[in-house]
Antibody, heavy 125, light 111 residues
Framework: QMQLVQSGAEVKKPGASVKISCKASGDTFTSHYVHWVRQAPGQGLEWMGIVNPTTGSATYAQKFQGRVTMTSDTSTSTVYMDLRSLRSEDTAMYYC??????????????????WGRGTLVTVSS | QSALTQPPSVSGSPGQSVAISCTGTNSDIGRYNRVSWYQQPPGTAPKLMIYDVSNRPSGVPDRFSGSKSGNTASLTISGLQAEDEADYYCSSYANNNSYVVFGGGTKLTVL
């Protein structure tokens, strides 16, 4: 049974960067693409991007283009999400989530069947 | 403001049925069947309940069902149970630079 284990909570100042990790265990790391979704306090879900864990190739929501980088390290079965130039509006719970699609040649179905527990990022001066 | 529109709240008594609507456009729900629904109890991560409009992942009770008509998708929960109390989010693939859009969420209260 695959699990996604995320790194711990972060507190950052405006203008700083944060890098969150999401480590997969219990299944073939490269079988599923991984998405990042965030949720501001008391708010809804917001899709940020998707990363291919095999190649590290990523596609981002236009809103985050130029400010986010998603990467992968197959040696540790870990994907990362790096968000730069943080502002107070970036305060949120950040989730990694596995795409439902699996296997060779499968890209994404754009929905998520396994989620990490989330990493709370607080941006405050 | 979320791309998909959901009612902020719905409620029902145990054993009753409730439906949650999710309205999009012909660029998302109206065009694609990549519509999914997630359940999120307080303080937990979302859980996939419905995918591709009306399919249930293994382990999701058949009390949960999904449908779509035009630009509107719906999640119906029949035989309400106290454990169903949670926030519910709809989602769709969208042919724009957002790729995935969500609704603002609906809080289900079991009376």
């Amino acid at each position: 049974q695959m699990q996604l284990v995320q790194s711990g909570a972060e507190v950052k100042k405006p203008g700083a960067s944060v890098k969150i990790s999401c480590k997969a265990s219990g299944d073939t790391f490269t079988s599923h693409y991984v998405h990042w979704v965030r949720q501001a306090p008391g708010q809804g879900l917001e899709w940020m991007g998707i990363v291919n864990p095999t190649t590290g190739s990523a596609t981002y929501a236009q809103k985050f283009q130029g400010r986010v980088t998603m990467t992968s390290d197959t040696s540790t079965s870990t994907v990362y999400m790096d968000l730069r130039s943080l502002r107070s509006e970036d305060t949120a719970m950040y989730y990694c989530a596995r795409d439902y699609c699996s296997g060779v040649g499968c890209y994404t179905y754009w929905y998520f069947d396994l989620w990490g527990r989330g990493t709370l990022v607080t941006v405050s001066s | 403001q979320s791309a998909l529109t959901q009612p902020p709240s719905v409620s029902g008594s145990p054993g009753q049925s409730v439906a949650i609507s999710c309205t999009g456009t012909n660029s998302d729900i109206g065009r694609y069947n990549r519509v999914s629904w997630y359940q999120q109890p307080p303080g937990t991560a979302p859980k996939l309940m419905i995918y591709d409009v009306s399919n249930r992942p293994s382990g999701v009770p058949d009390r949960f069902s999904g449908s779509k008509s035009g630009n509107t998708a719906s999640l119906t929960i029949s035989g309400l149970q106290a454990e169903d109390e949670a926030d519910y989010y709809c989602s769709s693939y969208a042919n724009n630079n957002s790729y995935v859009v969500f609704g603002g969420g609906t809080k289900l209260t079991v009376l």
